[in-house]
């Protein structure tokens, strides 16, 4: 890499993170495990939304062996709200091998580390340089963006193959001396300074070393083609009440999309099916009248796909035996059980 302030970019980058750095409770720590659940947690969740997740994970599983054998269900309890549910499931999976295969101890080397179940390129170089002061790039979106800028790169980050130029360039930027501290300081100057849009340049502690700086344009970097349009899909959510005043709750498949989280049932909602019938088939019930036709109307966003959901109160009487994973439950009791925001939301309008 042709690039003539490699030092000078450096050595700027981690004195000023040392002198501005968020004070985040993981960064108190260098205990791998510890710095593995915060990077997990912190894909696609903003830093203030992480925190108190964070802080309650750790006090509830402080060790490794303790995540590793804690029941699924209460792991996902503990991860609701959090979203992109695969994220614990894959952590567990990860945290267990490594108690199995490396006796506890999170592997020191991209290779092992690598290996473990969840653990890409970005998380095993941010445990690596972080817990193990190692010279290993962790390129994520912030990382692109100020490289972009800096180096004058014009690759569309989009692509995949485009984020080997940007590990190509931290391996050459890299303070070996402290690398978890270039790391945490490329990150945090993405996240405060150089922003998506209107960067704080004045700001920025290495803009002399910048390319884009110097040549008037950085908000044109980084390329990024768009995204293909999100799928939509349209149900009508059904909060299905017993003589006994407890409510249906269904159990998601265990593989695919929130999978093993709790849910009221959901028809799609389709031309050729009449939702109230399908539901009655569907579960073996028979809805006795609506208390509310119009009890909750919102749609929920995923990154690939957007839930339009209207929502019904109903009592119903039970005709014969429920389905597999489908149980009736108190208002207290679902309160009990890992549920995805959409569902969170009708039980908050239900209470």
Known sequence: MDYPYKKEFSQNLVEWFHREKRDLPWRRTSDPYKIWVSEVMLQQTRVDTVIPYYNRFIDKYPTIETLAYAPQEELLKMWEGLGYYSRARNLQSGVKEVVEKYDGTVPDNRHDI??????????????????????????????MRVLSRVLNITDDIALPKTRKIFEIAVEELIDENDPGSFNQGIMDLGAMICTPTSPKCLLCPVREFCTAYNEGDPASLPVKSKKTKTKSEKYKVFIARNSNGQFLLEKRSEEGLLANMWQFPMILIEKEHEPNKKFEQTYHLQISHTIDEEFLTFKHVFSHLTWFMDCILVEVNQEKLLPTHTQFFTLEQLEQYPMPVPMLKILNVLK
Request: hydrophobic content about 35%; overall charge positive.
């Open 114 to 143: 690598s290996k473990l179940k969840g653990v890409g390129p970005y998380t095993a170089g941010a445990i690596l340089s972080i817990a193990y002061n190692k010279p290993e790039h962790a390129v994520d979106g912030n990382v």
